[in-house]
């Protein structure tokens, strides 16, 4: 199976500031079937990206993907108040389906 | 809009069975395939499988010994049933849908906690 590893598990910043989150594959992405979630506390994931750089429906602007074959990106342009949570990468190209453990992303 | 909502027992006894369904509204059951993905408690997503029109299904190896999958097209539900159940099993337990078959997961239900006690 296909283990991604997201990097860093935990990232401090401060509103306003940009946040770069990686997710490392342990061999390439078919299709870059590679697609990024938001998960608030007590709630579901949120599709976020999906084709690792398309936005899903109703997703701002300040949330971008990108990447191709083994490494890719979520980068949150500028933080607000509500993108401090966790964020999990997730490989939809080959079975089984695999999720990478996750980032939280914290107020410093 | 579509919307997913999972029910089912929030207690399961040790190598009982594990049940829930899922009940959709807003689209035909026909047309996506559905999966279901498991998180336990302050841990990360597992995927458990799909299922489409009870067609074709996919399970993750590590389960796939004692999950079951399955469409009721009348009632445009799917469910999920875990055998043999361990406290390993405790976990909020998500469906959610795909538009096609290589395909993100779009549209998720709130989820449905279960604990595996006696």
């Known amino acids: 199976e296909i283990v991604l590893t997201q990097s860093p598990g935990t990232l401090s910043l401060s509103p306003g500031e940009r946040a770069t989150l990686s997710c490392r594959a342990s061999?390439?992405?078919?299709?870059?079937?590679l697609a990024w979630y938001q998960q608030k506390p007590g709630q579901a994931p949120r599709l976020l990206i999906y084709?690792?750089?398309s936005r899903a429906t109703g997703i701002p602007d300040r949330f971008s993907g990108s990447g191709s074959g083994t490494d890719f990106t979520l980068t949150i342009t500028r933080l607000e108040p509500e993108d401090f949570v966790v964020y999990y990468c997730?490989?939809?190209?080959?079975?089984?389906?695999?999720f990478g453990g996750g980032t939280k992303v914290e107020i410093k | 809009q579509m919307q997913l909502q999972e029910s089912g027992p929030g207690l399961v006894k040790p190598s009982e069975t594990l049940s829930l369904t899922c009940t959709v509204s807003?689209?035909?059951?026909?047309?996506?395939?559905w999966t279901w993905v498991r998180q336990p408690p302050g841990k990360g997503l597992e995927w458990i499988g799909y299922?489409?029109?009870?067609?074709?299904?996919n399970y993750n190896p590590s389960l796939k010994s004692r999950v079951t999958i399955s469409v009721d097209t009348s009632k445009s539900q799917f469910s999920l049933r875990v055998n043999s159940v361990t406290a390993a099993d405790t976990a909020i337990y998500y469906c959610?849908?795909?538009?096609?078959?290589?395909?993100?997961?779009?549209?998720w239900g709130a989820g449905a906690p279960v604990t595996v006690s006696s």
């Open positions: 084709g690792a750089s």
């Open positions: 997730q490989q939809y190209g080959t079975s089984p389906l695999t």
């Open positions: 299922i489409y029109y009870n067609v074709i299904t």
């Open positions: 807003g689209a035909s059951i026909k047309s996506y395939y």
């Open positions: 959610a849908s795909l538009r096609w078959q290589q395909a993100p997961m779009d549209v």
């Open positions: 061999q390439s992405i078919s299709g870059n079937y």
